[in-house]
């Protein structure tokens, strides 16, 4: 009986992990090319606020606001506006001094970068200058020339959602920040340039979003209190059928965390939030999926629900040592566990990353059970995860 039983478990895992890993594949194959559309020449018309929530960061935000005062979109169309958010530091003249305007926000809950952007936007929607959209950015942020103006094309086809296109900006700084390069650029492909190819919405990335007016009077801004503050506001917008445009020549690059330890806690963060937005939003996905035959929310739903390819990764050759064990030819774990393993290789080819990403794979299987320890560790923890930040430097 306890053999049987355990077929059965081992037989509906590999169903699972076979859909996920069917899921990544599809949408690497999707990433390849971008959808061929008319592009707007008409000249910029969008004002915009730009929102830079900061809480510490007087090593970075200078920088950051320099290189968005040197955009190539017309000066007098948009603002830099920074929220020194319970700063300790020179965040705020900085940020003065660099050519921004400075909103010090010293009262409220804080801690979490959501509570900083609900309580800017708020403020900046009732702002005399009536702002066409806002485009929100991390405080250390190196957007390239064109990113806004790229941001306002995509404006003026219609979209009321747009995310950019963010880039790890010091790959080479570590092995962990090489590791980390790779994830982004699969993410980007498989995340929000395969959406586009399909016509769905791309993934909120926290960096380089973009928001027109009337759709944040429309579905003011939620998840103050998430984890994971700007996925929980993308998957809100899509159970409003709302969809989240992709504009992969809006490019923003921004730092990765350089070790492990400190990596640790904000993994945590994510993961963290991502099993609570599995909570928050299966149930409504699936209605609106079945009962409004929405082909974007099922895909959210598949995003959620579906395992993540560190998962698929580790358990693929558990469930095949496991058939060995009882005996059974491992056919379906074992070809699993290869083409699972095969997946970032295959990845980093059609998106022709350098070298240097190549040889970052080398640690990819330390990296694939650090974030499958981090996962467990979220599942069995009890207390609150604390919203953590970035360090930059």
Not at 15 to 20: E, M, P, R, S, T
Not at 51 to 73: D, S
Not at 129 to 139: L, P
Not at 363 to 384: E, K
């Amino acid at each position: 009986m306890a053999g049987n039983w355990m077929r059965k478990v081992n037989l509906l895992l590999q169903v699972w992990l076979g859909a996920g890993l069917l899921y990544h594949y599809y949408l690497l194959l999707a990433g390849g090319a971008r959808p061929r559309t008319s592009r707007v020449t008409l000249p910029p018309q969008q004002r915009l606020a730009i929102v830079i929530p900061a809480h510490n960061e007087q090593a970075v935000i200078g920088r950051t606001v320099r290189c968005l005062l040197a955009q190539r979109y017309p000066s007098v169309l948009y603002d830099v506006h920074v929220i020194a958010d319970h700063c300790e530091d020179d965040t705020a003249d900085v940020a003065r001094r660099a050519g921004a305007e400075v909103h010090v926000r010293t009262e409220g809950p804080h801690g979490r970068k959501g509570y900083a952007l609900t309580w800017a936007l708020q403020r900046l929607l009732a702002d005399v200058r009536h702002y066409d959209a806002f485009v929100i950015f991390d405080a250390d942020s190196l957007p390239a020339p064109d990113c806004l103006a790229e941001l306002a094309r995509e404006l003026a086809q219609g979209a009321r959602c747009v995310q950019g296109r963010h880039i790890i900006a010091n790959p080479s700084a570590s092995l962990f920040a090489a590791v980390a390069d790779i994830d982004m650029r699969l993410n980007n492909r498989i995340r929000n340039q395969a959406k586009a190819n399909l016509h769905l919405s791309a993934r909120l990335m926290g960096d380089a979003m973009c928001f027109h007016r009337t759709l944040l009077t429309d579905h003011p801004w939620v998840g103050a209190e998430s984890l994971t503050e700007d996925r929980d506001y993308g998957i809100y917008l899509v159970t409003q059928r709302e969809r989240i445009a992709f504009a992969p020549d809006a490019v923003s690059l921004g730092q990765s965390t350089t070790n492990w330890h400190n990596a640790t806690p904000q993994r945590m963060r994510w993961y963290g939030g991502a099993f609570a937005l599995q909570k928050r939003y299966a149930l409504s996905l699936a209605v609106q999926s079945v009962g409004q035959l929405d082909i974007d929310a099922f895909d959210k739903l598949l995003e959620l629900t579906l395992p993540p390819f560190s998962t698929i990764a580790v358990l693929a050759p558990v469930l095949t040592t496991f058939r060995m064990l009882i005996r059974e030819r491992p056919r379906v774990g074992g070809a699993l566990w290869a083409i699972s393993w095969l997946f970032p290789l295959f990845g980093l080819m059609l998106e022709r990353s350098p070298r240097s990403a190549y040889r970052a794979l080398l640690i990819g299987p330390v990296y694939v059970l650090w974030r499958l320890w981090i996962g467990i560790r979220v599942r069995l923890r009890r207390a609150p995860i604390d919203w953590v930040r970035t360090q930059h430097r």
